[in-house]
């Protein structure tokens, strides 16, 4: 078993910035790569960044390239989502997830966390 803990959301205005964090625990060597989705009002569930511990590659939505950066505190296995110059079309609630392959689809993914609410108003 896996636990996810997200933490770090909130309001903030157009071009302001937020760091998401998600702390693991549990089994957490059994899941090797982390990554962070939102799910929008009335919209599917979308790839936003993730982590591979192994390799350390990590990848970033098209939308959210330049503007968003996945990290990972190997110490405290704690992971980040540093998010700057946040757009009203950014607000949603970020879920942080667990899994074994380095999948930009929810379904790649088995352990979940209860998600954050991101809200950029304009």
């Known amino acids: 078993q896996v636990q996810l803990l997200e933490s770090g959301g909130g309001l903030v205005q157009a071009g302001g910035s937020l760091r998401l964090s998600c702390a693991a625990s549990g089994r957490t060597f059994s899941r090797p790569v982390m990554g962070w989705f939102r799910q929008a009002p009335g919209k599917e569930r979308e790839f936003v960044a993730l982590f591979s511990r192994g390799s350390g590659y990590t990848r970033h939505a098209d939308s959210v390239k330049g503007r968003f950066t996945i990290s990972r505190d190997s110490a405290e296995n704690t992971m980040y989502l540093q998010m700057n110059n946040l757009r009203p079309e950014d607000t949603a609630v970020y879920y942080c997830?667990?899994?074994?392959?380095?999948?930009?689809?929810?379904?790649?993914?088995?352990?979940w966390g209860q998600g954050t609410q991101v809200t950029v108003s304009s």
């Open positions: 997830a667990a899994g074994t392959l380095a999948a930009s689809t929810p379904g790649g993914y088995d352990y």
